[in-house]
């Protein structure tokens, strides 16, 4: 994040300016006006300004506080503008969305308008919480180095039974996978009572981890108003839980800062349900990138990125560059575990893992269950097909000696 | 909300379904699919379903849970599904999200996607809080009955200290402002602290109390991670305000929902910075009325909508109907006041006044202190051209006797 200032594409302005303690964002506009009228106006409405004159502007405060143009890509309709960091409020992201993607996207002279970029200056990084374990923290808490960790999402998402889902959750474990996990509109319901829920899975992981010798994640849905998501955290710690898992998106950031913030000692796994309302159309809205940036500083340990094979939308890019800066050094902020998720089955896993490497969940759902041998042999065959990845070894070589693998195979053709 | 059942102009399905233990959620869909096979498709990904079959769902749960495509309206291409209401957990508006409008965003047989509505059964509105006082309540505190309420925002909108903040604020309730907010970005910053902010204002503000014989409401803006929020609330409270502003969408709904049943006894005054990210293409993302219908579960008692005559986007129609949602019965969840604005200023007045009626709250930045005679005479302006629009008097014969109006519309034409 260094280096915020435009390269060659870009047509520089305001070149004196001290980027270290300026937030830059990057915007792509789409307007009538040209270009620059329009990328002022946007810095203007961000920062201090508003429609007309007034009178209790003073020429210091506009001196000193106001946002300034220092790109623009005209090709591309591309802005980069630099924020003074006196705007910012310390370890506020509700405040950071509010000024650099607030009412800008409502403006009626601009038509399209998509937060591209954020490039955030050290001193604000570090006035964020991060991640409490980050992908090193996690992986010594289970003690598994060096290969993708294997997630299962019980399923149906929503349906099954407190009972059911223990047993379920019992039989990815027991077949191989590290972490299991309730799906993002899992919560708390008549028929899977949370805290029933929660007790009876932990007592078969427990179960399954006697018997496998092997560490394992529960990954507990806790999304709801921040207070009862609060409670129901620190109701996961009481029983001896290590994770909680939240929609991101749909509590929003300062519920998402308030539970890191509760420093419950737990694992966060964050889904990113409703993301695409807001990311998908690339000339509008925030992008992806913006989102695990402003996740990492709040502090998810975890945080689905794409599969870049699956079934969900999303280019191999752009799930590249956030993986990429996911697991970069940021400030004292400590690493994220990215989450491949979404359609996944044995079959795709050596493709994603020469794309992801090993830091990386890789989560199945109905490439698990949908074995047709059960739960039990769908684990079975994904944790086979990531050791196959992670060797090197051709997936159909691997099937030979395994019939589970080699039934998986067959089915996800 | 009573009646979910397509009209019509819908091709109805599932015919027999008891819409009293359903939610019915309008989707608008684009996919190279027909209608009718994506919104079975959506309606999977939305309830129980995942993208392959899965040993672990029963046909039992299959029939109880599965949501059904009760209209097809092909021409707009609007698909309405409705989904068993043991679906989703009473009184949680992310998983609420996280179900209707999670996932589906992202599947690629969708090429967009938009929630146009929701219409929920009654016993589940009247599991949410709702607001605390809502339009009558409010008016009951402050002694205002049928007239609109006068809103000032403080601008510019970040860069005041704390004592120019409460200096211009008490020249606009001298003026005739009934309410003072701050702006959506000014949270607690260096050179205006939160509390030296609250305790400076409230104390100038009893103080025009004093001279206007008329009561005030300070909005101030604590939007930030919940737990921090609360707090300040907490403060607000503390120093005898009597109101809260948050961003509801960069706060979003965990934190909003833990504010409301926090119970601090303030009025919560709800601004929309970054609803357009997700809200302004008509064809993708999610409609502000479905904003508004969750803002008012959650427990908003004040929320922008919109100004339709003012500098931001947005059609007449939508937000006459947002304000009609915001002011009819909904169970026992009390009503909502709109908030209009956004570039408003004395001219426009008459105008808005027309289409909103006396229950909206008029909110004026730049439209105050923009007044060539500066921030008094800006809200004297603009206290005149309210009282003139409530009496149905023409705004220029109003001028005839009001300098300031009469600048007012010079200024402004």
Redo the contacts between chains.
Sequence with gaps: MKNARPKSNYLALNRRLDLKSHLVATFRIESKLPLKEIAQIVAGE????????????SES??K??SAKVIGLNTKKNLARIAYPI??F?P?????L???V???I????VVSKLR?VDLDLPLVYINSFAGPAFGIAGVRRKIKIPGRPLIGAI???????SWR?HAR?AYLCFKGGADLVKDD??L?????NPFTNRVRETLRLARRAERETGEMKICAFNI???????IRRAKYIKSQGGNCAMV?I??????????LR??KLGLILHG?R??????T??PE???SMLVIAKLARLAGIDQLHTGTVVG????SVEETVAINSFLKKPWGRIKKVMPIAS??L?PGLIARLYKITGPDVIVNF???I???PN??LAGAQAVKEAVLAAVKGTPINKQAEDSPVLKAALKH?K
Tied chains: 1, 2.
């Design positions: 961000s920062s201090i300004g508003t429609w007309t004159e007034v009178g209790t502007l405060v506009f000193r506080l006196e705007l409020e370890g506020n992201i509700p405040q969305l509010s000024s993607s607030g009412n996207f409502s403006m009626k937060l019980m399923k149906p998402k929503i349906g099954l059911a379920f993002e509109n919560t708390d319901l008549k028929f999304t709801a108003p921040a207070d009862e998501m929609d998106m749909t509590i929003g950031f300062s519920g998402l800062q308030a913030q509760a889904h349900a409703m993301h695409s309302a807001i998908r159309d509008r809205g925030i079934k969900m939308a999303g979404g359609g089955h759902g109905g490439g269950h949908g074995h059960g739960t996800w």
